[in-house]
């Protein structure tokens, strides 16, 4: 039988809390504000809280001054918040690069658990191998090259340098239910194979830190677009390596154009920014893409 993560009603606690999440890689593009709508409209539905994070693990691709522009545009969309950077809180620091301690617990965990590995493939390596299955999203299933026996993994004191990844149970199927879609599953190994948790230029993986983020914060519900799905199983596993309850999911529908075409996250025609310089208001989105 597969490993069924279990949830109240989803969302509807006392203590409903969610989070917008935003990466300040360029300025926020509206499929992320109408998402992030979405989990504005849930937190206040359910009287709970709602936690602004910013995710900005990745050195070579966040910028301070689009964190800013995005706490702006967030604003000006009509999006209010109750704990995050700029407003205090019992979870400070709410930006994933002052939180490296937090990560690097997590992962001492997962290895001494022998539940990760480290891995020397290059990215080429893995593209290449051969018949590496292309799981869900395209993203080549990893064939393991670098599996280990668990006696076997090295009693490394930090994680940089190499590759870390998570060795997924190959054959599980592992299920969630959906706010919005019901019930999901995946089998592991198949539509997903092991994942990355530490990167060799020592930066914590998004799955890694997302997980980590939402337990510390006491996230209740994540609501965040559907091509973070296969994500969540990835992310199920973890909460079950670190033994930690999962928080509730809510995918929500991606945007597409007139002709039926997801809308490119990389438009830059279709960030808020630029909508708002042509003179269309944060009302008239709303009422075009919710
Ligand atoms: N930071 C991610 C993004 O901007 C969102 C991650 C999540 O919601 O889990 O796409």
Redesign the pocket.
Known sequence: MGFVATFGAPGMTMNYRGRL???PTGYLHVG?AITFWQAFTRARAAGGRLVLRI?DLDPARCRPEFREAIAEDLRWFGLEWDEGPDLGGEFEPYVQSERRLAYLGAWQKLRAARLIYPCRCSRRDVLASAGAPHGEGNEPVYPGTCRMEAGEIAAAEAPAGVNWRFRVPDGETLHFLDGRLGRQSAVAGQQFGDFLVWRRDDVPS?QLA?VVDDATMRITE?V??AD?LV?TFRQLLLYRALQVAAPAFFHTALLKDATGRRLAKRDAALSLRALRGSGVTAEELRAKFL
């Open positions: 999440a935003p990466s992320h995710e998004y997302v994540v965040r677009g973070l994500s």
